[in-house]
């Protein structure tokens, strides 16, 4: 460990690992720190990604694949399905990751590309030197060291901690932390290449449950709901256990993961001077579907360009490190997740009895292509009646 | 004050952004509260997955 590089990423996330390893290929010199001893585990997660968002990043790779998700299927609160089929779309769907693997080789790139990774290494404070961020002062086995940084990358995932020593309030409001409880259930009669949301006050009020195919007979089956929601005895672990003793009794769970998902709008301002905040820390979860792992990367590998160009210029300021915050929020990525958390906030006002009414007017609908989009520009089309409220949610596709 | 049942926490921190006063910290494997910061306001009860946490009357 040096006492100095051009660039300390904080946390070895996917968000982490991408500016890491972006930052090295551009020959900076780059450290990233992970608080825990193993890159990649505990899982907080539950593992789905779009097939084209990973791929521009990395090439898929079956060691770190649990499983091709081929169709997904929306479960309205009284049954109704509604049916996402890749065949039919000619479109893609995902992929399940086995994390453990899949963050170990974003890492592993990383270090390929030449950035130092000490793992058990946690932030313990900023170096702040008049208003700017100049490192870290990390802690590693009992032993605190300075590690100074003309920029430093906070890829703290959801607890967010560093960006606010450094100043910049990340707390997020209850209705918008999902309190999330997964099994991963093996010995299961599953379709492996499909992944389920449940939807409804009973199953998972105001947020959803999911069936993510994880393999043969396996799933991660998981819940979030607001916290704002929860209630001691309907907690997100309750309404887990009580879908696994109505749906997969049998089931045998061999891995426990809980966590937080943040589903707010993203921070007003995610840079400060020698400082860049992206993924989770930076609230740049899909609000609506509570995905992260995507958003990460692409926040990941965009601060470390921005970072390669401000210190070649020599200067690492908030106002030089703007062009980040700009690039991410008026890129597709920025505009769907406005996008998206106006939808998030519409669909969580739905009651059951509506939200099976909207399910209903789209369920056997070939879908064309698989997106957000695809389905509200249907659900617009063929209720009429409802034309009022949902002229918002027109607004705000077009 | 604010009890950390540590054999129920999950050590995920779902709990720590919720709160308002910045107490607590997920430190590798288990989680603190710096009882000096914590208001006991119960915020982070409600976050908790598996009710881990829990506000309790000072003895």
């Known amino acids: 460990m040096k006492s100095e590089y051009d660039v300390l990423v904080i946390g070895g996330g996917p968000g982490g690992a991408v500016a890491a390893w972006n930052a090295a290929k551009a020959g900076l010199s780059v450290c990233i720190i992970e608080k825990r001893p193993a890159i990649g585990a505990p899982i907080r997660c539950a593992e789905g990604i779009g097939k084209d968002l990973l791929k521009e990043f990395i090439e898929p790779d079956p060691r770190w694949i649990s499983a091709d998700i081929r169709w997904a299927r929306l479960i309205a609160p009284d049954g109704t399905t509604v049916d996402l089929d890749e065949g039919r779309a000619g479109a893609e769907v995902g992929y399940v990751l086995d994390r453990k693997v899949f963050d170990r080789e974003l890492v592993w790139k990383a270090s390929e590309a030449g950035a130092d990774v000490f793992v058990k290494t946690r932030a313990v404070a900023p170096i702040m030197e008049e208003g700017r961020v100049c490192g870290a002062m990390v802690e590693f086995c009992g032993k605190r060291r300075e590690i100074r940084a003309k920029v430093t990358i906070a890829a703290d995932g959801v607890e967010s901690k560093f960006a606010r020593w450094c100043g910049i309030d990340t707390t997020l409001p209850l209705r918008e932390m999902m309190s999330c409880a997964q099994y991963l259930v093996t010995g299961i009669d599953i379709d492996s290449s499909c992944n389920d949301f449940y939807l409804g006050g009973e199953v998972a009020p105001q947020g959803y449950l999911w069936v993510f195919g994880k393999g043969e007979r396996s799933a991660n089956i998981g819940i979030g709901i607001p916290a704002s929601k929860a209630k001691p005895g309907l907690r997100a672990k309750d309404y887990l256990d009580r879908f696994m003793n109505e749906h997969y009794p049998d089931g045998r769970i061999i891995e426990c993961v809980f966590g937080g998902d943040p589903v707010s709008r993203p921070l007003p301002c995610t840079v400060a001077d020698g400082l860049m905040i992206v993924g989770d820390a930076a609230r740049v979860v899909d609000p609506l579907t509570g995905g992260g792992i995507g958003n990460a990367m692409i926040t990941g590998k965009m601060a470390a360009e921005t970072a390669v160009k401000a210190i070649a210029a020599g200067d690492t300021s908030k106002a030089a490190l703007m062009s980040y915050d700009l690039g991410w929020r008026d890129a597709k990525m920025g505009r769907i997740l406005e996008r998206n958390y106006r939808v998030k906030e519409y669909f969580i006002t739905l009651s059951d009895e509506k939200m099976n009414t909207l399910a209903r007017s789209i369920a056997g609908f070939d879908f064309s292509e698989i997106s957000v989009k695809a389905i509200l520009k249907e659900i617009i089309t063929r209720n009429p009646k409802f034309l009022l409220e949902l002229k918002n949610l027109r607004d705000v596709i077009v | ?59």
């Open chain 2, 1 to 59: 004050m604010l009890t950390i049942y540590r054999e129920i926490c999950g050590y995920c921190g779902a709990c720590v952004s919720v709160c308002p006063e910045g107490a607590l910290e997920l430190i590798d494997a288990y989680l603190t509260v710096d009882d000096g910061v914590c208001i006991s306001c119960g915020l982070c009860t409600k976050a908790c997955p598996i009710g881990a946490l829990e506000v309790t009357d000072e003895e």
